[in-house]
């Protein structure tokens, strides 16, 4: 079975962009987590969707937010970029459902904003 | 609220050394405990989990016990290898769905 995919895998914006990242889940899983990953901060988690519907949502401001599609791809959108949003972005996936806890990380996305 | 945390490093040992990563979580709840694995340049791998006390998870000689009296989830291994060089995530489950609350890592050098 093909792991998690993300892509692209790096990306160099400049502050006031806006960027979109993708992510392609393992087959047959239907919920997708996005956490942000800096040396500062560490693992922050974004938001998960599962069956198209966000089900929860970390505490980043409005710029972030994300979808995701019927075949379970999701995409993040960070808009008016910031410095400080320079991160490794990942996304996890897993079977979903009230008890499925087993996340699957994709390689990630490097987002360098100058 | 729910946290974790993780020993600090980074940790030095030789090869063929006994390994502890010291993890303790908030009690709140009734969370799911996982010890993630990330390489350089790689995102995590999932190296073991524990969903209620008591439970031992363990994967490629790494082992953690779900230790509710004392809310902790240390990573053990007998031997490590070089291989085994990485830094380490404790992380627990909050709240309902599969949002994650990761430790801060603990990075290992495995020395020859």
């Known amino acids: 079975k093909a792991g998690v995919t993300q892509t692209p895998r790096y990306l160099i914006k400049t502050r006031g962009q806006q960027v979109t990242l993708s992510c392609s889940p393992i087959s047959g899983h239907r919920s997708v987590s996005w956490y942000q990953q800096t040396p500062g901060q560490g693992l922050q988690f974004l938001f998960e969707?599962?069956?198209?519907?966000?089900?929860n949502k970390g505490n980043f401001p409005g710029r972030f937010s994300g979808r995701q599609f019927s075949n379970s791809r999701s995409e993040m959108n960070v808009s008016t970029l910031e410095l400080g949003d320079s991160a490794l972005y990942l996304c996890?996936?897993?079977?979903?459902?009230?008890?499925?806890?087993?996340?699957?990380f994709g390689p990630g996305t490097r987002l360098t904003v100058t | 609220g729910n946290s974790v945390t993780q020993m600090e490093g980074p940790v030095t040992l030789s090869e063929e050394a006994f390994l502890t990563i010291n993890c303790t979580y908030t009690?709140?709840?009734?969370?799911?405990l996982f010890w993630y694995v990330q390489y350089p340049g790689e995102g995590l791998q999932l190296l073991l989990k524990a969903t209620k006390a008591d439970d031992k998870g363990s994967n490629k000689g790494f082992e953690a016990t779900y230790r509710k009296e004392t809310t902790s989830f240390h990573l053990e291994k007998g031997s490590v290898q070089v291989s085994d060089s990485a830094v380490y995530f404790c992380?627990?489950?909050?709240?309902?769905?599969?949002?994650?609350?990761f430790g801060t890592g603990t990075q290992l050098k495995v020395e020859l």
């Open positions: 009690a709140t709840g009734y969370p799911s």
């Open positions: 992380a627990r489950t909050t709240g309902g769905g599969n949002k994650l609350t």
């Open positions: 996890a996936s897993s079977l979903g459902g009230t008890y499925s806890y087993e996340q699957y």
């Open positions: 969707y599962f069956s198209e519907t966000q089900r």
